[in-house]
C-alpha cells in the first residue's frame, strides 16, 4: 500500500490530472467530511449523501483530464457536491417545472452550467414550498401538473 503524501493545492490538481490516484485519494480524505457536513445542510437524506460524495470523487477522476487550474480545492469540490446534489434531487419523477432549463445554442458551457443550477435551485425551492401547502392544495396540484387534468 503506498504512503499518502501531503500536498499542495497546485500539485494535488496537478497530480491528479496526470492520473495520480494518490491525489484523489489525498482530496478524499482531506475534503470528504467537509462535504459531507454541507450536503448534510441541504437534504436529510444521509444514502444520498453518501452516494453523492462518491460521485463527486468518481467524477473528478473521469474528467481528471479536462479539469482547469483549481485554486481553491474545498470551494471547488463544495460547488460539485451542491451541483450534484441538486441534479440527484431534482430527479425526474419531481415536479414538471424543475425539467425545464433553459436552452439557449448561444451560451457557452459556463451560462449553461448556471442557468442548469438557478433551473435545479428553483425546483428545489418550489418542491419546498409545495410541501407547505396544505393536502387539499397538494391535492389539486397533484392532479393539475402530474395528471394532467385542469
Not at 463527486?56 to 473521469?62: D, R
Request: include cysteine; glycine fraction near 4%; proline fraction near 3%.
Amino acid at each position: 500500500m503506498s504512503e499518502r503524501m501531503v500536498y499542495n493545492q497546485t500539485d494535488c490538481w496537478k497530480g491528479l490530472q496526470n492520473g495520480d490516484p494518490v491525489a484523489l485519494g489525498y482530496l478524499y480524505d482531506t475534503y470528504a467530511g467537509i462535504l459531507f457536513e454541507k450536503a448534510a445542510v441541504m437534504t436529510d437524506n444521509r444514502d444520498l449523501v453518501k452516494d453523492t460524495l462518491q460521485d463527486v470523487f468518481i467524477n473528478i477522476w473521469f474528467y481528471r483530464k479536462s479539469l482547469g487550474n483549481v485554486l481553491h480545492s474545498q470551494h471547488y469540490l463544495v460547488k460539485v457536491m451542491r451541483h450534484l446534489l441538486l441534479k440527484k434531487l431534482n430527479t425526474p419523477s419531481s415536479l414538471p417545472t424543475e425539467k425545464m432549463i433553459l436552452v439557449c445554442p448561444d451560451l457557452n458551457a459556463e451560462e449553461k452550467m448556471i442557468s442548469s443550477d438557478l433551473s435545479l435551485e428553483t425546483g428545489s425551492r418550489l418542491r419546498h414550498a409545495v410541501t407547505h401547502l396544505t393536502e387539499k392544495q397538494q391535492s389539486v396540484i397533484q392532479l393539475r401538473f402530474y395528471d394532467g387534468l385542469s
